[in-house]
């Protein structure tokens, strides 16, 4: 038994090695992108609500921010196909960096309510770029045998990232501390994350693409989605990831409050929960492309939301922090370990210059509820930290039966590649 897993393991190393030597150059510098682009966003998930707390903000005013971010993410995603044939998918890496990096410097900068939420809107644009873009990049940029293994290590990557983030945004506001107070340490590292955004914007010059900017390119688009085939799968794509996303904003958001207020972790603490959650989302990431040959793209991702779903529904009951933390650890393995596996499907069949417009859908789907979903979260995380958990459960399971509903009888198994 012992023996047969090791072969096994070997088997699955050198299935990625063989995997990752054939990535492109451009798939290169989009992981480096986005890793230096996620930690980033790592440091924030530790610091940026109770920063906002800090200075005298409510739990309002950070689901008023993801809510601001949320609005410009879909009005961007649903424009994301002319303005990728426009700009290319290299200027428009570049240029979500950019906002990433300029919005939470000025949140960093100016820490009132009305800054918080405004710099929201221009991070929301950052973000829309990335969430419709980035699918269909990979995809353009990759072959079949290799797409499967470069998803799973965008997530890999993304989530590695976010875990050297956010145990060094933890990490570095204790430090701070020592120092200066504990509301300019935050401060400090909030800036911080937009040195590295604005970092990420580097390996966006090596992407290389031959770009034939397109004339006209509203009309284009237009006749596009005159054009547009793929409605019912994108409609299909659709409706379940909203439902998940509006119990996603419901509590995430707001992790960092809760570990602090409802478990008393200090901010040190958070950071190596938050960060170590990421880790365990990339390592069962790493088993994403196994379980879509063993059970399907869809299957596979039903199978794992609903197995996250009795772990989810204990956390409002536990007061340790360390069983808590074991607990958010596995429930956050289960249930992003499919991510690659419905961005994979997303793309699947659809015909090469429809995928933008179709991430961009998705995108708009994710972003509207978790536009809801923020919003109704920061109210209800003033009144309790815990209620809002029940709700995302209910959420999560709705999604998770209405993918097998809509996409069950239209599951992708993808063939086993041979390594060497």
């Known amino acids: 038994m012992i023996a047969r897993s090791k072969r096994a393991l070997l088997g699955h190393v050198q299935e990625y090695v063989a995997a990752s030597a054939a990535f492109s150059g451009n798939a290169r510098a989009y992981l480096v992108l986005a890793g230096l682009q996620n930690a980033g966003m790592g440091l924030l998930i530790t610091v940026f609500a109770i920063y906002v707390k800090t200075w005298g903000m409510s739990e309002t005013v950070v689901g008023g921010a993801e809510g601001a971010l949320a609005i410009a993410a879909g009005v961007i995603a649903l424009l994301a196909a002319p303005l990728i044939s426009v700009f290319g998918y290299r200027r428009l890496l570049i240029a979500a960096s950019a906002a990433y990096a300029v919005s939470r410097l000025g949140q960093a900068l100016l820490p009132?309510?009305?800054?918080?939420?405004?710099?929201?809107?221009?991070?929301?644009?950052?973000?829309?770029?990335?969430?419709?873009?980035?699918?269909?990049?990979?995809?353009?940029?990759?072959?079949?045998?290799?797409?499967?293994?470069?998803?799973t290590m965008d997530l890999v990557v993304r989530l590695g990232a976010a875990f050297v983030g956010s145990v060094a945004g933890g990490g570095l506001v204790s430090l701070l501390s020592t120092v200066t107070s504990g509301a300019t340490a935050l401060r400090i590292s909030v800036a911080l994350s937009a040195v590295l955004f604005a970092a990420a914007a580097l390996p966006g010059f090596l992407v290389r693409e031959d770009l034939h900017p397109a004339r006209h390119a509203l009309a284009s688009y237009r006749r596009m989605v005159a054009a547009f085939s793929s409605w019912g799968h994108l409609a299909r794509l659709a409706v379940p990831q909203a439902i998940i996303a509006l119990g996603a904003g419901l509590i995430m958001p707001f992790l960092s409050l809760f570990l602090k207020h409802q478990l008393g972790a200090t901010i040190g603490?958070?950071?190596?929960?938050?960060?170590?959650?990421?880790?365990?989302?990339?390592?069962?990431?790493?088993?994403?492309?196994?379980?879509?040959?063993r059970f399907g793209l869809i299957r596979g991702?039903?199978?794992?939301?609903?197995?996250?779903?009795?772990?989810?529904?204990?956390?409002?009951?536990?007061?340790w922090l360390p069983a808590a933390a074991g607990v958010l650890w596995v429930r956050a393995a289960l249930m992003n370990m499919s991510w690659?596996?419905?961005?994979?499907?997303?793309?699947?069949?659809?015909?090469?210059?429809?995928?933008?417009?179709?991430?961009?859908?998705?995108?708009?789907?994710?972003?509207?509820?978790?536009?809801?979903?923020?919003?109704?979260?920061?109210?209800?995380?003033?009144?309790?930290?815990?209620?809002?958990?029940?709700?995302?459960?209910?959420a999560y399971a709705t999604g998770a039966v209405a993918t097998w509903l809509l996409l069950g009888r239209r599951d992708v198994r993808p063939g086993a590649r041979v390594a060497g």
Do not use: C
């Open 340 to 394: 690659p596996l419905l961005n994979q499907y997303s793309m699947e069949g659809v015909p090469g210059p429809e995928k933008p417009l179709v991430a961009g859908g998705l995108a708009f789907a994710w972003s509207t509820g978790w536009l809801l979903g923020s919003v109704i979260g920061g109210r209800m995380m003033a009144y309790s930290y815990t209620l809002p958990y029940y709700f995302t459960v209910a």
């Open 301 to 319: 991702t039903v199978i794992t939301e609903l197995l996250s779903l009795p772990l989810l529904a204990s956390i409002p009951s536990i007061g």
């Open 112 to 151: 009132t309510t009305a800054a918080v939420l405004a710099f929201g809107l221009l991070t929301g644009v950052g973000d829309g770029v990335m969430r419709a873009a980035s699918s269909a990049f990979i995809s353009e940029n990759s072959g079949e045998a290799e797409r499967t293994h470069l998803f």
């Open 269 to 293: 603490q958070v950071g190596i929960v938050q960060g170590v959650a990421e880790i365990a989302m990339g390592v069962a990431a790493l088993g994403a492309p196994w379980l879509g040959r």
